[in-house]
């Protein structure tokens, strides 16, 4: 079992900053992966990023490539999200889960999901 909370959502202007932080306890947290998604109303969910157990393989999806960049602190049981010049289209509700070993950007592959933070991006 794993437990996730995510934090740091918020409302900011288009070309601002902001950093989400996934809180993890449970099964030992060097020993997964770990992704980003987002969903945005009537929208399905999305992938976002993907980080491997011990950090040393970040993927993205191309719409926040450049952009944003996923890390983690296995000390410290916290995976972040950081988000720089955001646009009106990454208003969504932001969720952190626990992935597979093997690299995947399906939803249905991943494990745990977190309550999910909203990130709102004003123009």
């Known amino acids: 079992q794993v437990q996730l909370v995510e934090s740091g959502g918020g409302l900011v202007q288009a070309g601002g900053s902001l950093r989400l932080s996934c809180a993890a306890s449970g099964r030992t947290f060097s020993s997964y992966a770990m992704g980003w998604f987002r969903q945005a109303p009537g929208k399905e969910r999305e992938f976002v990023a993907r980080i491997s157990a011990n950090g040393d393989v970040p993927t993205y999806a191309d719409s926040v490539l450049g952009r944003f960049t996923i890390s983690r602190d296995n000390a410290k049981n916290t995976m972040y999200l950081q988000m720089n010049s955001l646009k009106p289209a990454d208003t969504a509700v932001y969720y952190c889960?626990?992935?597979?070993?093997?690299?995947?950007?399906?939803?249905?592959?991943?494990?745990?999901w977190g309550q999910g933070t909203q990130v709102t991006v004003s123009s």
């Open positions: 889960a626990v992935g597979p070993t093997l690299y995947s950007t399906s939803p249905s592959r991943y494990d745990y």
